[in-house]
């Protein structure tokens, strides 16, 4: 390959997760720091960056229809680097495929970025799909981000093995990245502006780790100490499993004022038989119990989950049971997708594949119970009066947009600036959104 200039213009762009989210920035920081400049919109740059998702065939189909499209009206491409979980399930095949790609980066390994662009420019293309548990974090520069909301990750990888999913191959075993680091990098987040935190990970109620005085806390504990940032005003967390749902961090959102009213639990399905074939390890009713606690505990609280349809051998009296836990929890909003068969992975391999038609239509049954449900939280919401951390002005002048404490967006028009934590009364809901007016001026 021919050497060509230094890149100066960078862009990344990143598919599927939060997760993808935090390592798009943190390589977008990597890249400044070796003095390159993020690209305005829509211009060209001279270094492109797909960080890729690989949980679902049409993420990464996506990717290569995106490599096609980098290329410019005289023939010429940008140095491309892709990297995330495509690049660690695919490593070389995708240079294989796509010539055009430079450098192929796993998800634990991008703190290689700005030597494998260096190599790039002067001619060697190369890959990296090491998986060090440590190393990245320890080579990343200081967080550079700032705007209210934030994301940082506590742990990474898996070690549950449902037998769909491709995240322990691509992203490793469950590692918990440690307590001072993080302290630290929240700290760094808070001075810089946030004014909201999600704390990230593949199964981020798995974290565990020894506090400033050596005792071992859980996700818990971190949040506790979290909560201590007088600046920062509130913590989230996600994606949690069922299992790792600990009484003390139940008890959290009993306690901890700044931890926000909202738990995601991915449940999968309503079917105990499917869930012990996707190696679950909790039943529809433990997982159902774990609700009722929290609910206890904190009546208010918002619901989310994630759900699969057409797992193989799934029956429609099975799905029928999905639909009836759905019914039963009224989620105020949630994720739901059609099985998708990941090489590698046990089910993949398994007898009664379902036909797409079949999984369209569990899709779109599912969908719509769904959606009825998350209108009817925002509905319940209407006549509420909450806090709205304002993360971006609207469309209209005057008028902003951010996230109520049960994670709805809302929107309404007065006085704000970007960061404030307004007092809004809920005044109509959408299915996506609710209308406001600030409190002050209800009463004018
Ligand atoms: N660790 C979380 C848990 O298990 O509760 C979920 C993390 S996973 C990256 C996000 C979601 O992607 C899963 O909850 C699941 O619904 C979905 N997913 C994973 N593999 C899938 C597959 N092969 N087909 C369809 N959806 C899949
Ligand atoms: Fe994938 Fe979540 Fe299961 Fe881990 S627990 S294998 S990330 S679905």
Request: aromatic letters at 6%.
């Amino acid at each position: 390959m021919p050497a060509s200039a230094p890149p100066k213009t960078y862009r990344v762009k990143s598919f599927g997760c939060q997760m993808n989210v935090y390592d798009g920035e943190r390589m977008a920081e990597l890249l400044a720091e070796q003095g390159l400049t993020a690209a305005p919109e829509n211009a060209d740059a001279d270094l492109v960056v797909l960080n890729t998702c690989h949980i679902r065939e049409k993420a990464a189909e996506k990717v290569y229809s995106d490599i096609g499209r980098l290329r410019r009206e005289d023939g010429s491409t940008p140095l491309i680097a892709v990297a995330g979980c495509v690049a660690q399930a695919e490593g070389e095949e995708i240079m294989a495929r796509a010539p055009s790609v430079k450098m192929v980066v796993g998800p634990q390994a991008y703190h290689r970025l700005p030597e494998m662009v260096r190599e790039a420019a002067a001619g060697r293309p190369s890959t990296d799909t090491d998986m060090p548990a440590e190393t990245k974090f320890a080579s990343l520069p200081a967080r550079r981000r700032s705007g209210p909301t934030a994301f940082l990750t506590v742990q990474e990888g898996c070690d549950k093995f449902c037998t769909y999913c491709v995240v322990p191959y691509t992203r490793g075993a469950e590692v918990s990245r440690p307590f001072a680091d993080l302290i630290d990098e929240a700290h760094r987040l808070v001075d810089s502006g946030a004014r909201e935190i999600t704390l990230l990970g593949q199964n981020v109620n798995a974290w565990t780790g020894e506090d400033a005085k050596g005792r071992a806390i859980g996700l818990d504990g971190l949040i506790r100490e979290l909560a201590a940032l007088p600046d920062l005003a509130r913590i989230r967390y996600t994606t949690s499993h069922p299992n790792d749902m600990t009484a003390g961090l139940i008890e959290a959102h009993a306690v901890e004022p700044k931890l926000m009213p909202f738990l995601h639990l991915p449940v999968q399905s309503g079917s105990d038989r499917v869930l012990r074939a996707m190696n679950r390890s909790h039943t529809s009713d433990s997982y159902l119990r774990i609700l009722e606690q929290v609910r206890a505990v904190r009546p208010d609280i918002a619901l989310s989950g994630d759900f699969i349809v057409g797992f193989p051998g799934e029956t429609d009296a099975e799905f029928a049971e999905t639909l009836r836990l759905v019914d039963t929890v009224g989620y105020a909003q949630c994720f739901s997708f059609k099985y998708s068969p990941r090489p590698g992975t046990p089910a993949a391999t398994m007898d009664g594949q379902i036909a797409p038609e079949v999984m369209d239509e569990r899709l779109q049954r599912l969908q719509a119970a769904l959606n009825r449900d998350q209108l009817a939280f925002n509905r319940a919401s209407v006549g509420k009066t909450c806090e709205v951390l304002v993360e971006r002005r609207g469309k209209r002048p005057g008028q902003w947009l951010g996230k109520s404490p049960w994670l709805q967006s809302v929107h309404f028009t007065g006085e704000a600036a970007i960061g404030d934590l307004v007092r809004v009364e809920l005044l109509e809901a959408g299915p996506n959104s609710i209308s406001g007016q600030p409190v002050a001026m209800a009463a004018a």
